[in-house]
């Protein structure tokens, strides 16, 4: 029954959100599957703002409290949203053939025996890594128990945005008593829902069989695998990185300006899931600027995106900044002083080299992805480099590594790489999924130019 409780409540919060943003995410052309995914996501993201607006006019959050907001909710979505009918057209069986057919068939097979692998480990294990106990677990299981945010100000990392927290509280709830023996299933579907949005948006960009190859290639990585499996924040973290990134592009690839109303959404969940999210921010900036100038739009269409951009962000955001402020919450450590005696030089080196072994001689990814992501950006480059898509998918990974890379090296962040207790693979599964695409869109020029 706890279990039960645990499931309905994630259903809960989902379908609120299926209501609320389906009439959007039909306009964009999402399936039925990757409006699902996105529903949990942006599900998850309004309990976050049921919290804390709660706790901002004093009122307990309990599960009463929180359920009656989202009844409300509901009930507002299914007034003003009644079913519409998915008009997306079916790829007919008919038109793909017996060798498209096989390889669909057996990627098919490989991720389906990987998402029972992640729901059977993440079902297995109560949480025990200590991220997810300091900064999650403890700090759910503190509102769990007072019905209030105020004690996170003397938890662990109190500055720490509580998108999972909250989601970890909202499913306890629904238990009725607090036992994390389900926590990391909150995980695993999250995983389970990246997929479903990931394969729709390479469909879009690509083709049905190359998109079941981005699948491939996405579920290659162990480090993905993993998080999947435990309660640590970046596999929410990377879903709405990517998925901001993706609207982004999507905005000037299809042309719809809602685009940009649904990359705000995501923009702002990833403020809310990680402090990373911060310097993201000036990423997706600069990428709706490109992408604007890339595809010729006009002055007063980038301008107007860019605002609307940033006031449905902070609009969202803004209720975290009142807690911050309010219980006295730091910045994190962004502006932090290098401890050491390295020079700029030794410094660089050091960088590199961590850079370096994580990307390519490490476990975490698949030996040949880096590799072929390099390989991918030089065919793009030398051969497709009139492709807009592909090019602003390039120069958004190079926009990551630098935010990471300069991160590194001018703020106290490098004395995670000189004391060796970080590892910065983690960072780059934010942006995994655009390499991903990156090299799937290569390959899908190169098929296509045969």
Request: charged letters at 10%.
């Amino acid at each position: 029954m706890m279990f039960l409780g645990f499931c309905f409540n994630l259903f809960f919060s989902t379908i609120v959100a299926f209501y609320l943003f389906r009439p959007l995410f039909v306009s964009l052309g999402f399936s039925m599957a990757a409006i699902i995914g996105l529903s949990y996501f942006s599900g998850l993201g309004i309990v976050t703002q049921i919290f804390t607006t709660l706790w901002i006019f004093g009122i307990p959050i309990t599960f009463l409290t929180v359920s009656t907001i989202l009844a409300v909710l509901l009930g507002a979505g299914i007034i003003n949203n009644p079913l519409l009918v998915q008009d997306r057209t079916a790829v007919s069986g008919s038109n793909i053939s017996m060798a498209e057919k096989f390889i669909s068939a057996a990627v098919i097979i490989y991720i389906t025996i990987n998402i029972i692998i992640v729901f059977m480990s993440a079902l297995s294990l109560p949480v025990f890594a200590w991220d997810s106990i300091t900064s999650e677990a403890y700090k759910a299981k503190t509102v769990f128990y007072t019905g209030s945010l105020t004690q996170l100000s003397q938890a662990f990392y109190p500055n720490f945005p509580f998108y999972t927290l909250t989601a970890m509280t909202w499913g306890m709830f629904g238990q009725g008593v607090w036992d994390d023996q389900y926590m990391h299933l909150i995980f695993a579907l999250a995983f389970l829902a990246f997929t479903f949005i990931f394969f729709d948006v390479a469909r879009v960009i690509t083709s049905r069989l190359i998109a079941y190859i981005a699948l491939l290639l996405l579920f290659s990585s162990n480090l993905l695998i993993i998080h999947s499996t435990l309660s640590y924040r970046d596999v929410f973290m990377m879903a709405h990185t990517s998925i901001c990134l993706i609207g982004i592009l999507l905005w000037g690839h299809k042309g719809n300006d809602r685009f940009i109303i649904f990359s705000a959404i995501f923009c702002a969940l990833s403020l809310l899931t990680k402090l990373e999210g911060l310097p993201y921010f000036p990423v997706y900036l600069l990428m709706i600027l490109l992408t604007g100038v890339l595809y010729r739009k006009t002055f007063k269409n980038i301008f107007n995106a860019l605002i609307r951009f940033l006031c449905i962000s902070f609009i969202i955001y803004f209720p975290f900044q009142i807690f911050k402020f309010t219980v006295g919450a730091g910045d994190g450590g962004w502006a932090a002083h290098v401890v050491g005696r390295e020079g700029p030089m030794m410094r660089f080196a050091m960088i590199s080299e961590r850079f370096y072994n994580e990307l390519f001689l490490w476990g975490n990814w698949n030996i040949l992805f880096w590799p072929m992501v390099m390989i991918s950006s030089l065919i793009l480059l030398v051969v497709y480099r009139k492709d807009k898509l592909g090019v602003l998918l390039l120069i958004s990974i190079l926009f990551f590594f630098s935010v990471y890379w300069l991160t590194f090296f001018c703020t106290g962040s490098f004395n995670s790489i000189r004391a060796d207790w970080c590892s910065i693979s983690r960072y780059f599964m934010h942006f995994y999924p655009l390499a991903v695409l990156l090299i799937s869109r290569v390959l899908f020029l190169t098929y296509e130019s045969r």
